[in-house]
């Protein structure tokens, strides 16, 4: 689990921004605007033209640095919003290059920012929500929940927050508090008209360390309806169709997961044994020649 690859980094980046006023105008709404729809070329232009016709004004690098987030720049990103920050040193520019670093591996930098946001505002649950994030991602569970818990006191309606604090919980064996938080999770994400696989998926788990395989069966199968192209749902289904002894289910997910993630070696050991199981040797061969090339290659 990663806090923001590139390809979710303008998820993650709202958190970052101003809310939209539907009324509202000008070129940092637009610049919004146009982020919020994935449209990253228009929102450079607009971002460069902010900083050309206004160069002395912070909303500009700003702009341009968040558009270099959402384009996985993190390097560009952090120059940008650094010269934001020399103009106007404000939360939301030091939540954004907080990112920035962390997504440069800049952990220390990522931190610093963060916390230095939290201090000059806090009553915003964002930097206790990016930290706790870190924490989570370094298997810090503790701490992790510490983060996550403020989070949540702090903006009770941010479901992200509620599933990961389920999962801090889940972690650390609190399997009725994973509940609550995953339920919470999932109904704030309803209630907000936002999919959120994961807390599927969390539920799910839950409910195969229940010995409810069955159970779990309906939840992830919304989860991998929601995130068809995340090969770790697809994983997780096929292995809770295996407990049940739907081979051929199994072997359905897997493949799906193979065709996502090739490198993944376990998956074609899965397969392998899977396809034994069914009688088909053949492909049962060519899935452990697969498991054994991406071992040699990747180590164990």
């Known amino acids: 689990m990663i806090l923001c690859a590139p390809a979710d980094a303008q998820q993650e980046g709202g958190i970052l921004q101003i809310p939209l006023d539907a009324g509202a105008a000008g070129p940092a709404t637009e610049i919004q605007r146009e982020l919020a729809a994935g449209r990253l070329d228009a ?96 298997s810090h569970f503790p701490k992790a929940a510490e983060y996550f818990s403020k ?6 309606n941010h479901f992200p927050s509620h599933y990961y604090l389920g999962y801090a919980y889940e972690a650390q064996n609190d399997l009725a508090q994973a509940e609550k938080q995953y339920q919470l999770s999932l109904e704030l994400s309803k209630k907000s008209g936002r999919a959120f696989p994961l807390a599927y998926l969390g539920l799910a788990r839950l409910r195969v360390a229940a010995g409810d395989a069955a159970g779990a069966v309906p939840l992830a199968e919304e989860a991998v309806r929601l995130k068809s192209n995340d090969p770790a749902v697809h994983k997780f289904l096929g292995s809770t169709f295996l ?43 060519a899935a452990l020649a697969r498991f054994k090339r991406i071992n040699a290659a990747y180590g164990n």
């Open 243 to 285: 407990a049940l002894g739907r081979d051929r289910d199994a072997i359905r997910e897997w493949e799906t997961t193979a065709r996502l993630d090739p490198n993944d070696g376990q998956v074609q050991y899965q397969l392998a044994q899977a396809y034994r199981k069914v009688g088909d040797s053949q492909k049962a061969e």
């Open 43 to 138: 929102a450079g232009e607009k971002a460069g033209a902010l900083l050309r016709s206004q160069p002395g004004n912070y909303e500009g690098h700003y702009w341009s640095g968040m558009v270099a987030v959402a384009r996985g720049d993190h390097h560009a990103a952090i120059r940008a919003l650094r010269r934001a920050e020399a103009l106007e040193p404000n939360p939301t520019v030091l939540k954004g290059l907080g990112l920035a670093y962390y997504l440069a591996r800049q952990y220390r930098l990522f931190e610093l920012k963060m916390k230095e946001a939290s201090a000059k505002d806090p009553k915003d649950f964002a930097p206790y929500y990016f930290l706790g994030r870190y924490q989570d991602e370094n």
């Open 151 to 156: 989070a949540v006191e702090l903006n009770p």
